[in-house]
């Protein structure tokens, strides 16, 4: 299985980006967005200067709670950067969502709390709502999260998406908003 198949395999229809895509991401933007693939994991993220976006990160089950997620993010934290990625709120039904916000728990990853993120799928042309984690080695303020993120939909989400998918995803200020009065905090709900 390759490398696409495996993390079409693992995450919704409404959170895959096409092959056609990613790939193009790795070839035209390959000086930013790059793929960390091994026998066991697949991880995709794009390193700007100041910040890492990590679009997906992938690791087998049968490899799970060997420390290979821990190690692909100390990789990126070694650069000293903030660390940016997204995930879905927690579902009752599927115990993934759980068990993948303790990992980043353990791994200090911070809920922004401020920055929502409702994006319309063109696959299922549904709202899909995701929380936005990150990681900071200086503290990084909401506000430098929030733009960060908007650079990521811009450079990375909609990088010729007319072209991919036949139609254009929403503008960044439809689908990223920075609400000082958000309070829920996805974290608690785990603990």
């Known amino acids: 299985m390759n490398w696409y198949e495996k993390l079409n395999q693992y995450f919704p229809v409404q959170e895959m980006k096409s092959k056609e895509h990613m790939e193009a991401l790795l070839q035209e933007k390959g000086d930013v967005y790059h793929k960390d693939e091994g026998k066991h994991h697949v991880m995709m993220y794009a390193e700007f200067d100041d910040f890492i976006f990590i679009d997906y990160i992938y690791v087998s089950k049968d490899a799970r709670g060997q420390g290979i997620g ?24 599927d115990l993934d969502t759980e068990k993948r916000l303790k990992f980043y728990q353990r791994e200090n990853f911070h809920h922004a709390q401020s920055i929502g993120y409702r994006r319309r ?35 990375i989400h909609t990088y010729k998406d007319t072209e991919w998918y036949g139609e254009s995803y929403q503008d960044v200020d439809e689908v990223l908003t920075l609400e000082e009065d958000r309070t829920d905090n996805i974290f608690d709900e785990i603990n």
């Open 70 to 93: 821990h190690q692909l993010l100390q990789k990126l934290k070694t650069k000293q950067k903030p660390i940016i990625l997204e995930v879905e709120p927690v579902d009752e039904s």
């Open 121 to 155: 799928s063109l696959a299922t042309k549904k709202i899909n709502e995701m929380e936005i984690l990150y990681w900071s080695p200086t503290d990084a303020s909401e506000e430098e999260i929030f733009e960060a993120m908007k650079h990521t939909y811009d450079q």
